[in-house]
DNA sequence: CTTCCTTGGAGAGTGTCACTATCCAATCAT
DNA sequence: ATGATTGGATAGTGACACTCTCCAAGGAAG
């Protein structure tokens, strides 16, 4: 398959797909000659990863890149290469350090993570960027001066291990390996915009019985 | 209070406020004279806000401008303003009408609403954008070669109702007006970091307990 | 009063980042 | 042979959230 198929199967326009391997974030074609290149079905499939990764789950380029790379790396052992993958992956803003909030919003995590019995949580010697993502939330709500305690916490923390149950039965469904380590990602990522948005109607359903 | 104190007590720098300020996202202070503006708390609380919508809420300008356009307008009853503002929030990248994958998503997502009984979820008349992040999300799992069924939903949905439920009994904790629409958006988008840090670090819990 | 500093406001400029337009020489198709 | 196409390199575009610079009108210190 040349460029020009890549880009009409795909939908993705020819100079942005040039860009992608500029990137990096796709792999050169197998060169035919000085000035052609043939791609396979899985430069399709790993284009409209990269797509995904980037529209759906907002991500920088760079970022995408790191997580395609872990994907890739045959070196690592597909259980790290998984964590590996998903530790890579988003980040939002960083906790402000200086902010007695972001204090209070760590305690309170911390005594969460204990409640609940998670001790892998917090990643291994650093801290994981989820935990990060999770800081930097708290702070902001105790900084806008929404109380957000354990208590308040504890339904969304149920939810989310529901949810991370539902993760990994998907992805058990796939073989160990580079095709688990994608889905792994792929359900991660594309699954965040659906489940915000269920979280929406949901939302609107339980407002009408309540108020309605 | 003046500008200067307003930037050091909210962390925002002068120049930004005086941007969000032309940007209507803040209302103009209190004029004491032809040079002089007086802001009070109301001031010092939006401002967070309205950094919490945008930079952990990913939201773009226009886009907050008309959520808080909602939150603080008087002439709508205080149910259906927050319906308003929640509705105006956010809204990834729309669903691609052209794609047969599109198509095949709305059908999986109108099952999905169908099999729960949720009949307010699509908005009345035209579609809500939560729905339409819903199919979006979707379609492009399918155009990835995920499967995405119905049954593959199920338990994302109802993890959401749980959260629905969290979310409304954290919200009628507030007075109903403007305290309390504000605090349905503030929750609705400063909850959504929270949620899917906690759902990573429960996939690692979940991760660690099958393959560890 | 006068001199200096600060204030709020307005317009233009900056940095970032994903993408796109333009060229170019080599090569393929006819 | 010859015109179109290919992959690759370089530079440019557009969107967007800021941020800089300037200005005239007040306020404050001497």
Redesign the pocket.
């Known amino acids: 398959m040349?460029?020009?198929e890549l880009s009409e199967r795909s939908g993705v326009?020819i100079?942005?797909i040039?860009?992608y391997?500029?990137e990096r974030l796709l792999p050169?074609?197998h060169?035919?000659?000085?000035?052609?290149?043939e791609?396979g079905e899985g430069h399709l499939r790993r284009l409209r990863l990269v797509r995904a990764l980037?529209?759906v789950g907002r991500m920088?380029?760079?970022t995408a890149r790191e997580v395609l790379a872990a994907v890739t790396d045959d070196s690592l052992d597909p259980h790290v290469r998984l964590g590996a993958a998903v530790w890579a992956i988003p980040h939002g803003p960083e906790p402000d350090g200086d902010d007695p909030a972001t204090d209070t919003a760590r305690r309170t995590a911390d005594a969460l993570l204990e409640q609940l019995g998670w001790r892998f949580a917090q990643g291994t010697g650093e801290q994981s960027p989820a935990y990060r993502m999770v800081v930097s939330g708290i702070a902001t709500m105790v900084r806008l001066g929404y109380p957000c305690d354990v208590g308040q916490l504890l339904p969304y923390a149920r939810s989310a291990a529901e949810l991370a149950v539902a993760d990994l039965d998907l992805v058990e469904r796939y073989e160990r390996g580079e095709e688990q380590v994608e889905a792994a990602v792929a359900l991660t990522v594309l699954y965040e915009p659906v489940l915000l948005g269920l979280r929406r109607l949901a939302q609107a359903e339980e407002s009408n019985r309540r108020f309605g």
């Open positions: 040349r460029l020009a326009p100079p942005t040039k860009y391997l500029r050169p074609g060169r035919i000659s000085a000035t052609q290149a791609y980037i529209q920088p380029v760079a």
